[in-house]
């Protein structure tokens, strides 16, 4: 069993930058493939970006590549989301997600744990 909890969602204005964090409880933190997800108001649940299990290994959404970057802390069990150039199409509540799949897969479905959310807001 995996917790997730994330933390540094916010408001902040475009062009602006935000980092996201998701604390994992339990042993196993290391051997989960982490994901990004988001969901904007009436639009369907999307991967952000994804990362390995050891973060050697990184997938993103065709439309943060170059903006946003996701990496982890295994000695922490944490994983982030450092997320730059901010649009008001970026605003969402921003999901943490584990997989214990052994690649990063983009399809939500596929992941075994969520974390609550935190609500990203960019203003224009």
């Known amino acids: 069993q995996v917790q997730l909890v994330e933390s540094g969602g916010g408001l902040v204005q475009a062009g602006g930058s935000l980092r996201l964090s998701c604390a994992a409880s339990g042993r196993t933190f290391s051997t989960n493939v982490m994901g990004w997800f988001r969901q904007a108001p009436g639009k369907e649940r999307e991967f952000v970006a994804g990362?390995?299990?050891?973060?050697?290994?990184?997938s993103y959404a065709d439309s943060v590549k170059g903006r946003f970057t996701i990496s982890r802390d295994n000695a922490k069990n944490t994983v982030y989301l450092q997320m730059n150039s901010l649009s008001p199409e970026d605003t969402a509540v921003y999901y943490c997600?584990?997989?214990?799949?052994?690649?990063?897969?983009?399809?939500?479905?596929?992941?075994?744990?969520w974390g609550q959310g935190t609500q990203v807001t960019v203003s224009s």
């Open positions: 997600a584990a997989d214990q799949s052994i690649v990063v897969r983009t399809g939500g479905h596929e992941y075994d744990y």
């Open positions: 990362i390995s299990r050891v973060g050697g290994r990184t």
